[in-house]
């Protein structure tokens, strides 16, 4: 007879012996670390990646972060992205698919200094605004809206946006408008794309490949990920802006408790939409991408018939409700 002590220790031997290694998976984000980013890094901060099973590795971005590119060749495992741009690529033949929602609506929009008599849409009529040329917002105000106006590229300052009244400028509802009062300008007006009718998500992206070939682990990473940005956004911040501040030395207290507050406010992460609350983080609408592809495809900015919804994104690795 074998002694209970003996068998014991086997056991424990052969438990270490079997023990699954964790799952090592990299995250491209789209900029540097900020809030935007609040749910990756509140829930690596707090284990809840470990607890899944996973070594999640979040690389910061920037200017020249080319997120889908990235993860098409699979230099990343996962990407933050808008679904206009991504959708735009996938058309290109990029292997991608959206599997998950950061944002309910892109906090992409044009801000207007508070000198300015713009006070909405038509009244960009003959207007420089300083933006990305190829942003398909541009050209979706000028068909809706049936006005003209002039695009200066932007360099991701707003030095230009200072002390110009007649300043307009995409930016990161977010985040600008901050950065400009620290600078000692007034709080500009915001015009949002979603007013418009632009219901554009910022999204998480992934390969084809590493989707047919690891639902397992985004299913997990999905759980950790949608924890997080709800204790991000319910709790108590401090370990997901104490990681951001480590990972960008220009993050500052007070510009993250800002930033925070308002994509809170925005009802960015949860919606604000009737369906919207902690319920719906994550989530993604396959209608809603019907009627991005529609919208683009009206532009002939995006082929018609070129990405469909299913081709486009999947629910597949989100919690079942």
């Known amino acids: 007879m074998i002694a209970p002590r003996l068998i014991a220790l ?138 003209t106006f002039n695009v200066m590229p932007q360099n991701f300052s707003v030095a230009a946006f200072l002390g110009n009244k007649e300043a307009i400028q995409q930016g990161y509802y977010i985040a600008e408008p901050y950065h400009i009062v620290a600078a000692g300008g007034k709080e500009p007006r915001f015009l949002s794309t979603w ?21 397992t682990e ?7 990920y949608i924890k997080g940005w709800r204790d991000y956004i319910e709790g108590d911040p401090a370990p997901a802006h104490a990681a951001m501040k480590a990972a960008n030395g220009n993050n500052t207290d007070a510009f993250m408790l800002a930033s925070r507050q308002l994509l809170i406010d925005g009802k960015l992460v949860t919606g604000r939409d009737a369906d919207g609350g902690p319920q719906n983080i994550g989530r993604l609408s396959p209608d809603r991408f019907a009627t991005q592809i529609s919208q683009l495809e009206e532009l002939d900015i995006l082929p018609k018939g070129k990405v469909t919804v299913p081709q486009a994104m999947t629910t597949a690795f989100l919690p079942v409700e």
Do not use: C, M
């Open 218 to 224: 985004l299913k997990a990473f999905l759980r950790a």
């Open 195 to 215: 007013e418009a009718g632009f219901r554009a998500y910022a999204v998480l992206v992934t390969s084809r490949k590493f989707a047919n070939a690891h639902p």
């Open 10 to 147: 086997l056991l424990l031997l052969a438990g270490t012996v079997h023990a699954a290694e964790p799952f090592k998976l990299t995250v491209q984000l789209d900029w540097v670390a900020e809030p935007e980013h609040g749910g990756f890094y509140q829930a690596q901060a707090r284990g809840y990646f470990a607890a899944e099973g996973l070594d999640v590795t979040i690389i910061p971005g920037g200017p020249n972060a080319f997120v889908l590119a990235k993860v098409a060749t699979g230099q990343a495992d996962i990407g933050q992205a808008d679904s206009t741009n991504t959708l735009l690529q996938q058309a290109e033949g990029l292997p991608l698919v959206q599997f998950a929602a950061v944002f309910q609506d892109d906090p992409s929009g044009l801000l207007v200094n508070a000198g300015s008599a713009v006070r909405s849409f038509p009244d960009l009529q003959g207007k420089t605004i300083i933006a990305r040329p190829e942003w398909a917002f541009l050209p979706f105000l000028k068909k809706k809206y049936g006005i």
